[in-house]
């Protein structure tokens, strides 16, 4: 089993950005592909963005698509989700987790959470 734990949510204003961190441990990162998700409240977990072992295959929804950046730094078991121009409608609990499917897109496909990290855009 791999520990994920996700930081660097906030409180920013509409267009604002904010880069969120998830350090893993216990386990190499680079055994899993890694996906980002989130949950507004009172809505279901919705995929962000996933990157596979090596970088090579990297997805993202298509409401974040042009604005997150997703990365991850093997060596340092760390993963980010870079989120520019953000929206009132990004407001969400964010998510990392681990898989070991590449482009894997429902939560059901990821066996490690994270314990996410509260992420508000102001209007």
């Known amino acids: 089993q791999v520990q994920l734990v996700e930081s660097g949510g906030g409180l920013v204003q509409a267009g604002g950005s904010l880069r969120l961190s998830c350090v893993a441990s216990?386990?190499?990162?680079?055994?899993?592909?890694m996906g980002w998700f989130r949950e507004a409240p009172g809505k279901e977990r919705e995929f962000v963005a996933t990157i596979s072992r090596s970088d090579a295959v990297i997805d993202y929804a298509d409401s974040v698509k042009g604005r997150f950046t997703v990365s991850r730094d093997n060596a340092k078991n760390m993963v980010y989700l870079q989120m520019n121009s953000l929206k009132p409608e990004d407001t969400a609990v964010y998510f990392c987790?681990?898989?070991?499917?590449?482009?894997?897109?429902?939560?059901?496909?990821?066996?490690?959470w994270g314990q996410g990290t509260q992420v508000t855009v102001s209007s």
């Open positions: 216990g386990r190499t990162l680079t055994m899993y592909v």
């Open positions: 987790a681990a898989g070991i499917i590449i482009h894997a897109r429902s939560p059901a496909q990821y066996g490690n």
